[in-house]
């Protein structure tokens, strides 16, 4: 199995801090990985698929690059409605794995 | 609109059966290969089952291999998972996924919880 391993795991920031999350697969998995939001009690949305084509809607703000193993995850500027949790997940192979996930709460 | 609705949750006991229904529109269902994931509570994201579009194959995960069974029905648009022999660390939310041809999930219900308990 793909083992996606995130860091960090929690993240205090302030409004307006450039954020950065870091998603490190076990073998490469080329492009083939997503960033997802989830806030408490929704449903995860897409943010970045193909590590690094930003997800109709999505604001410009968070980008993705990264490719092969190694992949991250920024926010510019963090704003209010970004405090979350994110994870990354691979669909290169079987099992379809996710990033244990990074929450960020406000400083 | 898309849209993906989940339904079937609920409280079950330990060995006990329970069939969850997905329904979509706004989008040719026949595109596109379905996916269940489950959140168990204050956990990450786990993916389930895959069902694909045009072969209908299917795929699991070790944890469920064997005791879930995923299908579509084209001509109801719908998606369907059937858990038997549940345990109670089957306890979770369960999202039903539209896999969006781009090697990431573009679409999610807003999930039904699944209890496992006696």
Known sequence: DIQLTQSPSFLSASVGDRVTITCRASQGISSHLAWYQQKSGTAPKLLIYAASTLQSGVPSRFTGSGSGTEFTLTISSLQPEDFATYYCQQLNDYPITFGGGTKVEIK | ?118
């Open chain 2, 1 to 118: 609109e898309v849209q993906v609705v989940e339904s079937g949750g609920g409280l079950v006991q330990p060995g006990g059966s329970l069939r969850l229904s997905c329904a979509t529109s706004g989008f040719t269902f026949t595109d596109h290969h379905m996916d269940w994931v489950r959140q168990a509570p204050g956990m990450g994201l786990e993916w389930v089952a895959r069902v694909r579009c045009k072969s209908h194959t299917t795929e699991y995960a070790a944890s469920v291999k064997g005791r879930f069974t995923i299908s579509r029905d084209d001509s109801r648009n719908s998606l369907y998972l059937q858990m038997n022999s549940l345990k109670t660390e089957d306890t979770a939310v369960y999202y039903c996924t539209r896999d969006g041809n781009t090697y990431s999930w573009d679409y999610w219900g807003l999930g039904t919880l699944v209890t496992v308990s006696s």
